[in-house]
């Protein structure tokens, strides 16, 4: 059912399903007026992906989650909140709800994140699903075709974190729909010491909400997805850095077997 896919994203968050992220945050330190928010730091003098939402659970003292199940004829929603307190990668108390919701007649699924904090915190909440719509676990997504509306990417540094903001060239503009794998080998993406896509990706400031801003296809099975947002920017991550889980079948994922886009 509907509601056991949710159920297990938000219950089985370690199985690479679900993730709430804090950015990547260059030297730890962001400006807040007169003061500076620091990030936690976890790699070299950044704070990378700080803020799992089974750790966020495992670090409570008191282990307590809420889950409302909701259902109507026409959809079906799980609602899923916690509480990080007494967590030193978080200022004050932050409490966080995510919903989403299942149109069942429209094949679409809605994520919803709502943060609220009684200190100044760093808060940056995403997913982190991935995605290969092949329906065939043998085969990576190298071929399916991607498009972003996107004019400006992040440069990465050798610690893949972001350090500026540059106009999309031929290797990072999918602004025209291409295959993943078309440059996904580029020299310069090896530079980048990202073997392949790890980018966020600026979306035009003037886009209309209602047009999807990224769009993902395997022309294959005729399998497409859609995203509508209202974030400004999706990170594109195909799976560069493997680590052998099982996710469909008994497969254990391999390199670009699947693409994030958080």
Same mark, same amino acid.
């Given at each position: 059912?509907?509601? +056991?896919?949710?159920?297990?994203?938000?219950?089985?968050? &370690?199985?690479?399903? /679900?993730?709430? =992220?804090?950015?990547?945050? $260059?030297?730890?330190?962001?400006?807040?007026?007169? =003061?500076?928010?620091?990030?936690?730091?976890?790699?070299?003098?950044?704070?990378?992906?700080?803020?799992?939402?089974? /750790?966020?659970?495992?670090?409570?003292?008191?282990?307590?989650?809420?889950?409302?199940?909701?259902? =109507?004829?026409?959809?079906?929603?799980?609602?899923?909140?916690?509480?990080?307190?007494?967590?030193?990668?978080? =200022?004050? $108390?932050?409490?966080?709800?995510?919903?989403?919701?299942?149109?069942? &007649?429209?094949?679409?699924?809605?994520?919803?994140?709502?943060?609220?904090?009684?200190?100044?915190?760093?808060?940056?909440?995403?997913?982190?699903?991935?995605?290969?719509?092949?329906?065939?676990?043998?085969?990576?997504?190298?071929?399916?075709?991607?498009?972003?509306? @996107?004019?400006?990417?992040?440069?990465? $540094?050798?610690?893949?974190?972001?350090?500026?903001? /540059?106009?999309? $060239?031929?290797? #990072?503009?999918?602004?025209?729909?291409?295959?993943?794998?078309?440059?996904?080998? @580029?020299? #310069?993406?090896?530079?980048?010491? @990202?073997?392949?896509?790890?980018?966020?990706?600026?979306?035009?400031? +003037?886009?209309?909400?209602? &047009?999807?801003?990224? /769009?993902?296809?395997?022309?294959?099975?005729?399998?497409?997805?859609?995203?509508?947002?209202?974030?400004?920017?999706?990170?594109?991550?195909?799976?560069?850095?493997?680590?052998?889980?099982?996710?469909?079948?008994?497969?254990?994922?391999?390199?670009?077997?699947?693409?994030?886009?958080?």
């Amino acid at each position: 059912s509907i509601y +056991k896919i949710l159920h297990d994203i938000v219950q089985k968050s &370690n199985k690479i399903v /679900e993730k709430i =992220n804090a950015t990547n945050w $260059n030297h730890r330190k962001i400006e807040n007026g007169e =003061n500076y928010l620091q990030a936690v730091k976890n790699l070299q003098d950044n704070g990378l992906d700080t803020g799992r939402l089974d /750790e966020l659970i495992d670090k409570r003292k008191d282990k307590k989650q809420e889950l409302e199940i909701i259902r =109507n004829k026409d959809e079906e929603m799980v609602v899923f909140s916690l509480s990080a307190k007494d967590d030193d990668r978080f =200022n004050g $108390n932050l409490d966080i709800q995510v919903k989403y919701t299942v149109k069942l &007649n429209e094949n679409t699924i809605k994520i919803e994140y709502f943060a609220r904090t009684n200190e100044d915190s760093l808060c940056n909440l995403t997913n982190h699903t991935y995605f290969n719509l092949s329906g065939n676990g043998k085969k990576n997504i190298l071929g399916h075709y991607l498009k972003i509306s @996107a004019d400006r990417y992040t440069k990465l $540094n050798e610690y893949l974190i972001p350090v500026s903001v /540059e106009k999309v $060239n031929k290797i #990072m503009d999918f602004n025209i729909e291409k295959k993943i794998g078309e440059d996904i080998y @580029a020299p #310069m993406l090896k530079e980048h010491n @990202a073997f392949g896509y790890d980018h966020a990706f600026l979306f035009e400031e +003037k886009r209309e909400l209602f &047009n999807p801003a990224v /769009e993902l296809v395997d022309k294959e099975s005729g399998r497409s997805l859609s995203i509508y947002t209202s974030y400004p920017c999706v990170v594109v991550y195909t799976c560069n850095y493997p680590k052998g889980e099982v996710v469909q079948k008994n497969h254990n994922i391999e390199l670009h077997d699947a693409v994030c886009l958080e």
